[in-house]
């Protein structure tokens, strides 16, 4: 006769033992999965700062300037904000990688430049000078993200370099080819129409007139939010925009990230770059500089930090339309336009004060 066999292998309990009475310890739960209140959730948002600043800006200018809030000039602010919104979307996304680009007010300008001389002086279908200046834009990108990952340089120096070189070049090739410092007009042109149908036509809603650069701005700002929040792609900006050498220990395309962004904002410059050569038909080779600083400022307006790995572009939309309120709000007050840069770095300031206090109190709730 056999012995019994024995339930479970060495170390196993005896069966004859008594089970533990006390109930399992829960298990910890994922920090992901726990539910937090709305309020630290909304704090844990780095376009609250500039939420709340939009908010109280547009009450003040209601209160103060009875035709604030008349639908003309509600399109106006509107149109005014996009041509902003649109650099200063893919500049947040640059500026929460890490990085700067001062050369994208010129380069604004150099898109258009190139689109309206190449078309001109090659007698072509101005669909393709726009073709050409995508181009030469994307280049433009290229060039400033391939130095950066290349040489290892400070962003601020590369293009601030970049920005001396396409200013002079501006100013240069539309002289010699042109004979002066603006561009020819191509409205006669073929293909003219249908290229201001895309980058400057008007759009009739509810009786109101709305340029279609707000059309491109939304646009602009919902694909970059879907690629900060729903993509692998999203999280290497936001990893490399902590830190370099961290990201790139765990396999985060550091180089090809850099470039990327470099190219978003190359491409945003295209955009605003055609509308403002078919909006105004001619382009002055000097317009642009100074831009690159109120990008900069609506994506810090709107959360985003200097450092880097930090904000979104919802908050640089909302810069950017705290930037056509303020603009536009003071003239329609009937104050002193002279005030205007004051009153924007007033906003600078204590937008980024506000911001601050706001991530203090949001790691506060951790």
Not at 45 to 50: D, F, K
Not at 114 to 122: D, H
Not at 147 to 158: A, G, N, V, W, Y
Not at 261 to 289: C, K, M, P, R
Request: with cysteine; proline share 4%; glycine share 12%.
């Amino acid at each position: 006769m056999t012995a019994p066999a024995r339930s479970g292998g060495p170390g196993a309990p005896d069966a004859r033992q008594p089970e533990d009475p006390r109930p399992p310890a829960p298990a910890a739960a994922d920090e992901r999965l726990v539910h937090r209140p709305l309020a630290v959730r909304l704090l844990r948002r780095p376009e609250l700062g500039a939420v709340v600043g939009a908010l109280a800006l547009f009450v003040f200018f209601a209160l103060v300037a009875d035709s604030f809030l008349r639908p003309s000039s509600l399109s106006t602010i509107l149109y005014f904000s996009s041509t902003l919104g649109i650099m200063a979307v893919p500049v947040a996304l640059l500026m929460i990688g890490g990085e700067f680009d001062l050369s994208t007010g010129v380069m604004v300008t150099s898109s258009a430049l190139a689109s309206s001389m190449f078309s001109y002086q090659m007698t072509a279908n101005t669909w393709v000078g726009v073709g050409v200046s995508l181009l030469v834009t994307l280049a433009i990108g290229l060039f400033n993200g391939t130095m950066l990952t290349r040489t290892r340089l400070p962003s601020f120096i590369i293009t601030l370099g970049t920005f001396l070189m396409l200013t002079g070049l501006n100013l240069g090739l539309t002289k010699l080819i042109s004979g002066t410092v603006t561009t020819k007009s191509i409205s006669d042109m073929e293909g003219f129409d249908s290229a201001k149908a895309v980058f400057a036509s008007t759009l009739t809603l509810g009786g109101v007139d709305l340029q279609i650069t707000i059309v491109w701005w939304l646009l602009l700002v919902a694909a970059a939010t879907w690629i900060l929040l729903r993509t692998s792609v999203g999280n290497w900006i936001f990893a490399v925009g902590g830190g370099v050498e961290a990201a790139r220990a765990v396999g985060v395309p550091v180089a090809r990230t850099k470039i990327g962004l470099y190219l978003g904002v190359a491409f945003a410059a295209w955009i605003s770059g055609q509308h403002l050569l078919f909006n105004y038909d001619t382009v002055q080779s000097g317009e642009g500089v100074g831009n690159e600083l109120i990008y900069i400022a609506a994506a810090v307006i709107g959360g985003c930090l200097l450092t880097g790995g930090y904000g979104s572009a919802v908050g640089a939309a909302v810069g950017a339309l705290i930037f056509g309120m303020a603009n536009k709000g003071i003239i329609y007050a009937q104050w002193d336009p002279d005030w205007f840069k004051f009153f924007l770095g007033a906003m600078l300031l204590l937008a980024t004060l506000l911001n601050a206090w706001i991530r203090k109190r949001a790691e506060a709730t951790r």
